[in-house]
């Protein structure tokens, strides 16, 4: 909890399922996140952990064969899991920024950049067409700008494939930023980047972050960027928050064994004969999970006393941890 900041999302006991042919896919299975005014959010975990379906929801964006089993999501005062799809799409784009993880397939190849901005701006903001085409323009432009594209004027009629893998991260970007939105929820923005280009994009929504007093969600799978870039973190395994808290303190002194995991499995380059340790195993089917904890095949401090159902228990009032062995005294209530 951040004191005094105000809180823009709320997420409570979030249930998503799947109806397959192989049964019924527990993707989130009892999320409880916040998220508030201004910080970044690092969401982290493997694939197939739920975190980018967790925050698809928050976009309104679970469709048929998924849909949300129960639990709330609170954005800005707003009960987002009881509101219309009328009312989600006044959000969505507006208030809720989604970017997605590869800009090439998430772009429509067809569109000219400078048309795909327009139509997020004649869907929100109607005022600025009644100021006549040029403040139009000049807009766009001025956000291509603000995120960095050379010659944005010039490059108003080009097509995505005629950018870079990073340029077009970068138009992705401000699309979603065109209407100055509360939240941006930017899921594997460096995917498929070189590390330079990485470095570039991250710090475009760090300083966009701070210039537009703007909540920031990152969902990735890469402990370096949380590291840098994020005031908190969440981490997920197998549809469930395993371990929370301020991004420095779970960096040096990680509660979780699969947080502990996720960090040694990190190559260090200033070692490089140094073993790298990968996490044994793999994530539990999502479609027949366990009924106790769900990391206990993979962790190397199982007992049996870990064989039951374990909750995300308060370790102090920024930490928590679900983990019957974590090192911190449970926060007494």
């Known amino acids: 909890m951040m004191d005094g900041t105000p809180q823009l999302l709320k997420i409570r006991d979030l249930r998503i399922n799947f109806d397959t042919v192989h049964g019924l ?35 309104g964006l679970i469709r048929k064969p998924g849909r949300i089993a129960s639990g709330r999501i609170e954005f800005n005062g707003i009960e987002l899991t009881q509101a219309s799809e009328r009312q989600l799409r006044k959000l969505r ?9 590869d800009a090439l397939t998430a772009l429509n190849p067809s569109i000219k950049v400078g048309e795909q901005i327009r139509e997020v701006l004649k ?12 403040a139009v323009q000049d807009y766009i432009v001025e956000m291509m700008r603000m ?12 097509y995505p494939h005629q950018f870079s893998g990073g340029m077009r991260q970068r ?50 799978h890469d402990l370096g960027v949380v590291a840098e870039y994020t ?28 947080t502990r995991g996720l960090l040694r499995s990190i ?3 200033s070692n490089l004969d140094q073993a790298i340790h990968p996490i044994p195993g ?24 870990c064989r039951q159902i374990v909750e995300l228990r308060s370790l102090s009032p920024q930490r928590k941890s679900r983990c019957l062995f974590s090192s911190l005294s449970p926060e007494k209530s």
């Open 231 to 258: 005031d908190r973190v969440a981490v997920m395994y197998a549809g469930q928050i395993v371990e929370t808290g301020n991004t420095k303190d779970i960096i040096r002194s990680p509660e979780h064994p699969y």
């Open 93 to 101: 784009g507006k208030e809720i920024a989604l970017t997605l993880q």
């Open 171 to 220: 138009i992705m970007i401000a699309i979603a930023l065109s209407c100055k939105p509360k939240l941006l929820i930017a899921d594997e923005p460096t995917t498929a980047l070189d590390v330079t280009i990485q470095a570039q994009v991250l710090s475009l929504i760090a300083d966009l972050r701070k210039k537009l007093d703007m909540a920031v969600v990152i969902i990735t």
């Open 147 to 158: 995120v960095g594209i050379p010659d944005s004027e010039s490059r108003l009629d080009d």
């Open 267 to 269: 190559p260090d380059l």
């Open 25 to 59: 896919v527990k993707a989130v299975d009892g999320v409880d996140l916040d998220v508030f005014q201004g910080e970044c959010l690092g969401v982290v975990g493997e694939s197939g952990s739920g975190k980018s379906v967790t925050f698809k929801s928050v976009a």
């Open 282 to 305: 793999q994530i539990p089917d999502v479609s027949n999970l366990p009924q106790y904890c769900r990391f206990y095949p993979r962790c190397e401090q199982a007992t049996d006393q």
């Open 123 to 134: 869907i929100h903001d109607r005022s600025l067409f009644q100021k006549g085409k040029k």
